[in-house]
């Protein structure tokens, strides 16, 4: 990392880190605890990093058809009686059983986990040290936005895509991608976040997974050629569908779900979205906000 002649009190600090990390290592001090927490810090990506599109991964196509459910429905489990190509699951709660029967009916399986925010409910929730929890996601009490520019996050963020292969994915729907938009409690930057999601989808493909970019509209011309698809919500009820054009023109599909009361209990206003939605190539569901499948519109003709 670079510094100014004159550094910046962050600076400063990741400076006094450094060397204090520097001596706890070689007088060879035992509390691991400590250690790690004083050594987190800022990771160095490059945010003018090329695209990996060199290999064999999965590369779903403007038409395939898609089903969305994270979580379990009344019936405690997915519903994989959809006529579509490719479902989207969760990664962590998702069952071996789920994704043997997926493979073997030739869906892929997408699976989905949060990038950008600490879920207190997952099994690596221990991983993430204090410094790297900003400020709770508005309407989500057990998630807290997450500094995207700490070494230990891209660490984790690894290993999810290391367990997304061991699962046999796909391909993997990193969620919360447009972090420096909101009030995350970091100071953020448009760069930090093209940095942060450029690193995710080259990990992605190194490891023969295709990656969607979730929402992030205002990046999306920057940011298309790494990426595999788009996983857009309510770019219809908030009239911000011409920002998900680049992905279409670069032949790759737009997954979009819409969550409005209008085109869930309006027919009507649900068909002319649709017709919208079929006249821009976009692949669009209308489902349950909780994604639990409790019911299901398909644009699909």
């Given amino acids: ?19 204090i990390c520097f001596s706890l290592r070689t007088a060879l001090v035992t509390v691991f605890s400590v250690w790690a927490v004083g050594c987190t810090g800022i990771a160095e990506v490059n945010v003018d990093v090329p695209p990996i599109t060199e290999g064999d991964w999965y590369r779903p196509m403007v038409d395939t058809t898609w089903q969305w459910q994270l979580q379990p429905n009344a019936d405690g489990g997915i519903n994989t009686t959809y006529d579509v190509e490719v479902y989207d699951i969760d990664l962590f709660e998702a069952s071996d059983s789920v994704i043997t029967e997926l493979h073997g009916s030739g869906r892929k399986v997408i699976c989905y986990f949060s990038a950008g925010s600490y879920e207190d409910f997952r099994d690596d929730a221990g991983e ?39 699962r046999e994915c796909d391909g993997v729907e990193p969620d919360n991608l447009d972090g420096f938009t909101n009030d995350t409690g970091f100071d953020l930057t448009a760069t930090d976040q093209r940095a942060f999601n450029r690193f995710l989808a080259n990990e992605a493909h190194k490891r023969n997974l295709a990656v969607a970019l979730k929402n992030d509209l205002d990046q999306i011309p920057e940011l298309v050629d790494y990426f595999d698809f788009s996983v857009n919500e309510q770019c219809h009820e908030f009239d911000e569908c011409d920002a998900l054009q680049p992905f279409i023109d670069a032949g790759k599909p737009v997954f979009n779900a819409e969550y409005a009361d209008s085109f869930v209990g309006d027919a009507n206003a649900r ?23 409790s019911f299901h519109f398909s644009c699909e003709p």
């Fill in 128 to 166: 993430f040290q204090p410094a790297d929890l900003g400020h709770t996601l508005e309407g989500f009490s057990d998630e807290r936005w997450l500094d995207i520019r700490s070494s230990n996050v891209e660490r984790i963020m690894l290993d999810r895509l290391d367990l997304a292969v061991r």
């Fill in 1 to 19: 990392m670079r510094f100014s002649q004159t550094p910046s009190r962050g600076q400063r600090d990741r400076r006094v880190a450094a060397v």
């Fill in 271 to 293: 068909a002319e979205m649709c017709a919208d939605a079929l006249g821009r190539s976009f692949r669009t569901l209308v489902l349950p906000l909780d994604l639990d499948d």
